[in-house]
């Protein structure tokens, strides 16, 4: 049963392009969360997703970013026009759904650095 | 307001020794979870342990134990027999509610390093 899946691992960008992260839930998962790590620093929720909802968003920035979770298809999130402050590990978390009593598996992380 | 307070940036332990690492919490809501994870160089989220705020007995996994206090709402991770491997960031978090959402909040983390 494999994990969390996401890609890439790493990411570079320069200022002004875009990045989209991938994130493939485990077997049977149906809910998705993004983190977002700064350096040094611990996860910061961004945005919980089911298949084609998103069901809170409270913690995206309100520009350049935007995620999905389409019927089909990793999940995704997409940063426009990247800049500096945006280099983080993005952290994808899956979870099955109606279990309020066990942890959230995560994936791997990708680390992005825009340049 | 902060609602994950991990008051240890950094802490040391001799190999084979216990170790606490502390975590605070604040929350209105009775029901509600706490994880702590671990963090090793390599970057990736490792889940140890779990506590939900009605489990009356402590939660243990391992060598994993967690100290859950709700009267003074500490929810501290005790290693027990430290290991090399053991070397790495800590992090508590909590979710509120008890439903299906993982929106979790997380501390600063605490970053242990075992010596041999």
């Known amino acids: 049963n494999a994990g969390v899946m996401q890609n890439p691992r790493h990411l570079v960008r320069r200022r002004g392009q875009e990045a989209r992260l991938r994130c493939s839930p485990m077997k049977g998962h149906s809910h998705v969360y993004w983190y977002r790590q700064l350096p040094e620093e611990g996860l910061k929720f961004m945005v919980y997703l089911q298949k084609e909802n998103i069901i809170d968003e409270s913690g995206m920035p309100k520009e350049r970013f935007s995620a999905e979770f389409p019927k089909e298809g990793p999940s995704i999130l997409r940063i426009q026009q990247v800049v500096r402050g945006d280099s983080a590990a993005y952290f994808c978390a899956s979870s099955p759904p109606n279990r309020g009593d066990t942890e959230a598996f995560f994936g791997q992380g990708t680390r992005l650095t825009v340049v | ?116």
């Open chain 2, 1 to 116: 307001a902060q609602k994950i307070t991990q008051t240890q940036p950094g802490m040391f332990v001799q190999e084979k020794e216990a170790v606490t690492l502390d975590c605070t919490y604040d929350t209105s809501d009775p029901s509600y979870g706490l994880f702590w994870y671990k963090q090793p160089s390599s970057g990736e989220m490792i889940f140890l342990i779990y506590q939900g705020s009605y489990d009356q007995q402590n939660a243990t996994e391992g060598r994993y134990s967690l100290n859950f206090q709700k009267a003074r709402k500490s929810a501290n991770l005790v290693i027990s027999a430290s290991q090399l491997g053991d070397s790495a960031m800590y992090f508590c978090a909590m979710r509120e509610g008890m439903d299906s959402s993982y929106k979790l909040i997380f501390g600063s983390g605490t970053r242990l390093l075992v010596r041999p």
